[in-house]
Each structure stands twice: as structure tokens, then as C-alpha cells.
């Protein structure tokens, strides 16, 4: 997280808090990018590591995996990016029966509000300190090849 993602962040712990989950930060997901056959093996882990996703938060309690993105603005891109990382965060780091998706932000884009109501993607904004969405849970899911 940047600072601007750390602040609202930090409005998020302070006014909503994580109910007792656990919370991990900074949770790789992906398989990010191979650098090509000539590549040394240390030298090939530390570029695909480099070129892996991070996802800001994770907040774990049994049964349940709540993927976090923080945001300054909750619009377009944060949204897309929690889609992304919930369903890589299933390929990588599968514990959890179920999984859920959610952008907290500093500001919500209400333009895109009904979007993140269809998709299941939950949006904590902390200017009104509130909930705009709910984060729905899925079942697990399977990449198709």
C-alpha cells in the first residue's frame, strides 16, 4: 500500500475494524511472468515474483476470505482489480470454503455503485464511514484452460 492507501486504511481500522479476523497484507497472488528459457533459476524466481500481484489485505476467519483493495477513489479500476484478485487469490491461496471481494476507499465513484452491487465486490467508503455495498461471498472457482 502506498500512503494514501495507508491512511484509508488506517480510517477503516479505526471506524469499521475486522471483526476478529486475521488480518495479512501484502498477499502475492498469480503466477506473474516467465522471463524466457535462458533465464538462471534464481534469477527466474525473483522476476516472477517481482511481476506477481499484490493484493493489499487479506482478513481471514474460518470458512471465509474477505480480499481487500485499497483505494483513495473507490471506482473503475479498484473494482476491477478486487475482481481480479479475488479470483486469483482462489488459484494461489485456496484455505478458504468461501471467498469475497471488497474495495475499501477514501472516496466511492457513486457512478459505479451498481456495478459493484452486481458483481458481489463490497465498498467500504470512509467519508461517510459506511458500507455502500455488501460483499458477497462465492464458491470456489476453477480457471478454465
Known amino acids: 500500500m502506498g500512503p494514501l492507501d495507508v491512511s484509508v486504511w488506517a480510517e477503516f481500522l479505526s471506524r469499521a475494524g475486522t471483526g476478529g479476523s486475521i488480518a495479512r497484507y501484502d498477499v502475492l497472488v498469480g503466477e ?41 477513489i473507490g471506482g473503475m479500476s479498484a473494482l476491477g482489480q478486487a475482481l481480479v484478485y479475488r479470483d486469483l487469490y482462489w488459484q494461489t491461496d485456496n484455505a478458504a470454503e468461501r471467498i469475497s471481494a471488497a474495495v475499501v476507499c477514501g472516496v466511492a465513484d457513486l457512478d459505479c455503485l451498481l456495478t459493484y452491487q452486481v458483481q458481489g465486490v463490497g465498498l467500504w467508503e470512509s467519508e461517510s464511514g459506511e458500507w455502500l455495498a455488501p460483499a458477497v461471498p462465492v464458491a470456489r472457482r476453477v480457471a478454465r484452460t
Open 32 to 72: 506473474g511472468r516467465r522471463r524466457g528459457p535462458d533465464a538462471e533459476d534464481d534469477d527466474e524466481v525473483a522476476y516472477r515474483n517481482l511481476l506477481r500481484k499484490r493484493v493489499d489485505v487479506v482478513l481471514s476467519r474460518p470458512g471465509l476470505d474477505l480480499v481487500l483493495e485499497v483505494k483513495p
